[in-house]
């Protein structure tokens, strides 16, 4: 009798430990289904293509890609060593980003995305934290290219470059 019961107990041990397995398995098929993939690719001829090709290098881990984005002016000013350690932060976080909106300014475009960071929070354990916030970038036709004109994000400024402001938005046409 004694060893029946514990057959009895090793199979619900057992069988507890197959529903945790199956939950775990069922939770990271959902994330990774919600995490999503990447959104269709702009062409790079426009400026919401630039901005978007220059995300996904930063994401990819490849910074010789977005670097080669900034115009002249900028790459004077930055060297590629400075854009580098500037963005170097910005690899293991975990965000979306989506297009906002884009603006004509002058003789620029101004491309607005919206960035959600997704974490853990530290209090109640599994809880998820976002926080999100628009950030522009301004570009600037260079030799039939659009090239960025001003310290794109998560870079703030470049060290040998004196900021300036965007352009105001031309007002819409009724």
């Not at 297009?99 to 003789?107: E, M, S, V």
């Not at 101004?110 to 209090?123: A, L, N, P, Q």
């Given at each position: 009798?004694?060893?029946k019961?514990r057959?009895t107990?090793?199979?619900?041990?057992?069988?507890?430990?197959l529903?945790?397995?199956?939950?775990?398995g069922?939770?990271?098929?959902?994330?990774?289904m919600?995490?999503?993939?990447?959104?269709?690719?702009?062409?790079e001829?426009?400026?919401?293509?630039?901005?978007?090709?220059?995300?996904?290098?930063?994401?990819?881990?490849?910074?010789e890609?977005?670097?080669?984005?900034l115009?002249r002016r900028?790459?004077?000013?930055?060297?590629?060593?400075?854009?580098?350690?500037?963005t170097?932060w910005?690899?293991?976080?975990?965000r979306?980003?989506?297009?906002?909106?884009t603006?004509t300014?002058?003789?620029?475009?101004?491309?607005?995305?919206?960035?959600?960071?997704?974490y853990?929070s530290?209090?109640i354990?599994f809880?998820?934290?976002?926080?999100?916030?628009?950030?522009r970038?301004?570009?600037?036709q260079?030799?039939?290219?659009?090239?960025?004109?001003?310290?794109?994000w998560?870079?703030?400024?470049?060290?040998?470059?004196?900021?300036?402001?965007?352009?105001k938005?031309?007002?819409a046409?009724?």
């Amino acid at each position: 009798m004694t060893l029946k019961r514990r057959n009895t107990s090793t199979y619900w041990l057992m069988g507890a430990a197959l529903a945790v397995v199956i939950l775990v398995g069922i939770s990271m098929a959902v994330g990774l289904m919600a995490k999503g993939g990447i959104a269709e690719l702009k062409p790079e001829s426009t400026p919401n293509g630039v901005v978007q090709r220059y995300l996904i290098a930063l994401d990819s881990d490849h910074p010789e890609d977005a670097y080669n984005y900034l115009s002249r002016r900028l790459k004077d000013a930055c060297s590629y060593q400075y854009f580098r350690d500037s963005t170097a932060w910005l690899k293991d976080q975990d965000r979306r980003i989506s297009l906002a909106g884009t603006k004509t300014a002058d003789d620029a475009q101004e491309v607005t995305v919206r960035i959600r960071h997704i974490y853990i929070s530290g209090g109640i354990p599994f809880t998820p934290v976002e926080s999100s916030y628009e950030q522009r970038f301004l570009l600037k036709q260079t030799d039939s290219k659009w090239m960025f004109s001003e310290p794109p994000w998560p870079m703030s400024y470049c060290p040998g470059l004196e900021p300036t402001r965007f352009p105001k938005p031309k007002p819409a046409l009724p």
